[in-house]
């Protein structure tokens, strides 16, 4: 695995993919700061540590998440 299939986010662990944070923008649509206000409240899934300056997320927790607030939308 090189530093740039980890730098686009193209990492895979146990057929989970690691999102790096502009991925995680893109996503769910929201802005860096709310995404960490959100995590550090609960409201939304964490970064994983991958090295010492290296945060990614689960991208199996994200669509989770996002799903969870399309089925909270549809049920409104």
Same mark, same amino acid.
């Given at each position: 695995?090189? &530093? @740039?299939?980890?730098?686009? #986010?193209?990492?895979?662990?146990? *057929? ?5 944070? /502009?991925?995680?923008?893109?996503? =769910? *649509?929201? &802005?860096?700061?709310?995404?960490? !206000?959100?995590? !550090?409240? *609960?409201?939304?899934? #964490? /970064? ?8 990614? +997320? @689960? ?5 989770? +998440?996002?799903?969870?607030? =399309? ?6």
């Amino acid at each position: 695995m090189t &530093s @740039d299939a980890i730098r686009a #986010g193209r990492v895979a662990a146990q *057929g989970r993919t690691l999102m790096r944070l /502009p991925e995680v923008i893109a996503a =769910c *649509g929201m &802005s860096r700061s709310l995404i960490y !206000k959100m995590a !550090k409240e *609960g409201r939304f899934p #964490g /970064p994983i540590r991958v090295a010492a300056r290296l945060s990614a +997320w @689960d991208s199996e927790a994200v669509q989770s +998440w996002i799903d969870s607030r =399309c089925e909270e939308g549809r049920a409104s």
